[in-house]
């Protein structure tokens, strides 16, 4: 669950901090910057100014890359959609993803289509390119630390047998500059 509160200092965990660290959510900025603690379970920024603070669940974080858009910093596209107030109103009610009238009258009170849909888009963006590439490689860990909530810890993990790797071995060395390849590809 993504927290959201007054500011604090993590003091266990910390894999990475930075300071300086602007935070943008959707089309909003944050007008202070604030402090960046990559921690073992979460991303948290946190600005003493405006005494806020959010706290991602490494799980929460389905994408993240560097990105020069808005300005260089880090994009990180989270599974949750969240509001902040004061700070993010979140996307507008109907953003395409589901119809009000089509959703049905049963799902009063349960999740549904549109919360199955909801993300968030968030950029980190510190004062260097220099922390910016630490962070990146902080929150790689972090992550790999972390694996998706879609994989059950009782799961068993599958290797391919060697006869799948017979089938696809063609398409280890496909090169998309070759025109011949996708000639008859529609469009």
Not at 45 to 69: D, K, T
Not at 162 to 186: C, H, I, P, S
């Amino acid at each position: 669950m993504v927290t959201i509160g007054e500011a604090f200092t993590p003091t266990d965990g910390i894999i990475f901090s930075a300071s300086d660290v602007k935070l943008k959510i959707g089309d909003s900025l944050i007008p202070s910057p604030g402090s960046l603690h990559l921690t073992v379970g979460s991303c948290i920024w946190s600005c003493e100014e405006r005494n806020a603070s959010i706290s991602i669940p490494w799980p929460r974080v389905g994408v993240h890359a560097i990105s020069s858009v808005p300005g260089e910093g880090l994009f990180m596209m989270l599974d949750v959609n969240i509001v902040w107030p004061g700070f993010y109103s979140g996307p507008p009610e109907n953003n395409g993803d589901a119809h009000p009238d089509e959703l049905g009258e049963d799902d009063e009170g349960h999740d549904s289509e549109i919360s199955e849909s909801a993300m968030t888009e968030m950029w980190l963006q510190p004062a260097s390119r220099e922390i910016l590439d630490q962070i990146f490689s902080a929150m790689r860990e972090c992550q790999s630390l972390n694996p998706g909530s879609d994989v059950s810890e009782d799961e068993d993990y599958m290797e391919a047998e060697e006869d799948d790797l017979e089938e696809v071995g063609d398409m280890r060395n496909l090169q998309l500059d070759d025109e011949d390849k996708f000639a008859d590809a529609e469009e």
